[in-house]
């Protein structure tokens, strides 16, 4: 079993940055892919990016290749997201979650553990 807690989110004006830390419990979070998405309220849950098992790859959602960065220290268990120019549009709830795989996935309902989301606020 891995429990996950992110961290980190808060209010920040446009062009600003925040870093969200996503912390798991459990040794198997080692061997896990990990994943961002974020929801806005009214929307579906959307693809962020995830980072492979051992941090190798990361794969990332058009809106927000070039602005964030997902990096993972195994040592520490912790799974980070790094958002630079934000843009109000990036405003949501953000999740992270664990996949039992050493590859990431594009789509929720293929991971196996979910954090308690953090808010994001991005103002204009």
């Known amino acids: 079993q891995v429990q996950l807690v992110e961290s980190g989110g808060g209010l920040v004006q446009a062009g600003g940055s925040l870093r969200l830390s996503c912390t798991a419990s459990g040794r198997t979070f080692r061997s896990c892919a990990g994943g961002w998405f974020r929801q806005a309220p009214g929307k579906e849950r959307q693809f962020v990016g995830f980072?492979?098992?051992?941090?190798?790859?990361?794969n990332y959602a058009d809106s927000v290749k070039g602005r964030f960065t997902i990096s993972r220290d195994n040592a520490k268990n912790t799974v980070y997201l790094q958002m630079n120019s934000l843009k109000p549009e990036d405003t949501a709830v953000y999740y992270c979650?664990?996949?039992?795989?050493?590859?990431?996935?594009?789509?929720?309902?293929?991971?196996?553990?979910w954090g308690q989301g953090t808010q994001v606020t991005v103002s204009s």
């Open positions: 979650a664990a996949r039992r795989s050493d590859w990431g996935s594009r789509m929720p309902n293929e991971y196996d553990y």
């Open positions: 980072i492979t098992s051992t941090g190798g790859i990361t």
